[in-house]
């Protein structure tokens, strides 16, 4: 049930977890660390989706499904990424994103 | 005050709080785990909504999945009780910087704006008959296409991680 909470402060909650993933973004030098900011910056994201669809259309199910297709899409972006920072790290061991421009030929 | 009114306070409480710590923490696996309790609360808030089926998917899929994932690549990749450095003073004025303006921006335009106070239309339920209905549908509501190109998508993901991933024959590293 959804009475008594305004849709803003649904969205003032998720509005403050997106920056403070981008602020992670910007501020972290560790590879790992980048993509737990991506993260959250994708949950924050979602959490929108569904308030909309949730209080201004509650008649359809759109903002549902885009947020189940942006879990697919996070799921597929953080299996790659992680398969290329375990090969950064066979190859320079460390992973810090000062060190990622030496893999280029 | 109902209890949950009080629920969503608590969960948006352990979300802001652990996403800071998700980005403050100087040991990684800590971060990590933080990390799965924002997604924990965020599938407490799609319950909340009465959205069961987006909170399974939730549970499942981030929590279990993408934190097991992300766990795992820092057990090969760190040693455990590895500290991070502070960040610089530059970077970390520029990140707070950009937090504060855009979050202070976006809030106040959510302030101003006028969302409709009352929706007058029946609201269509999220059980699993509805979803699955509008999933594989080609009429209208139907996302059947965007389906099949996250399907195609995901193997295409799987194929190209195992192909980076894998070992180069040729040399022999020592990992």
Do not use: C, W
């Amino acid at each position: 049930m959804i009475e008594g909470i305004p849709i803003q402060h649904f969205l003032i909650v998720s509005t403050l977890m997106f920056f403070i993933g981008v602020a992670g973004f910007i501020m972290r030098r560790n590879l790992i660390t980048i993509l737990m900011a991506i993260e959250l910056i994708l949950n924050s994201v979602n959490i929108n989706f569904v308030i909309f669809n949730r209080y201004l259309y509650p008649d359809q199910l759109q903002g549902h499904f885009f947020a189940i297709l942006v879990v697919g899409i996070a799921a597929a972006e953080a299996s790659v990424a992680i398969a290329l920072i375990i090969n950064i790290y066979r190859k320079l061991k460390n992973i810090d994103v000062e060190n990622v421009n030496e893999l280029r030929y | 005050m109902s209890f949950n009114v009080v629920m969503f306070y608590v969960f948006s409480a352990i979300i802001l709080l652990f996403s800071l710590l998700t980005i403050t923490s100087r040991r990684i696996l800590r971060a990590a785990v933080y990390l799965l309790f924002v997604l924990i609360a965020t599938a407490g808030v799609y319950f909340l909504l009465e959205y069961q089926f987006m909170a399974a998917v939730q549970l499942t899929l981030y929590a279990g999945g993408i934190v097991v994932l992300i766990i795992f690549s820092i057990l090969l990749t760190h040693h455990i009780s590895h500290l991070f450095e502070k960040p610089e003073l530059t970077k970390l004025l520029m990140g707070t910087g950009v937090a504060v303006v855009g979050s202070f921006l976006t809030i106040y335009t959510i302030l101003t704006y006028p969302f409709p106070e009352i929706v007058t239309t029946t609201p269509l339920p999220a059980t699993m008959e509805n979803i699955g209905a509008q999933l594989l549908g080609v009429e209208k509501n139907g996302y059947a296409l965007p389906f099949e190109l996250i399907s195609i998508l995901l193997l295409a993901a799987m194929i190209g991680a195992i192909v980076i991933a894998k070992k180069d024959k040729s040399k022999n590293s020592e990992i």
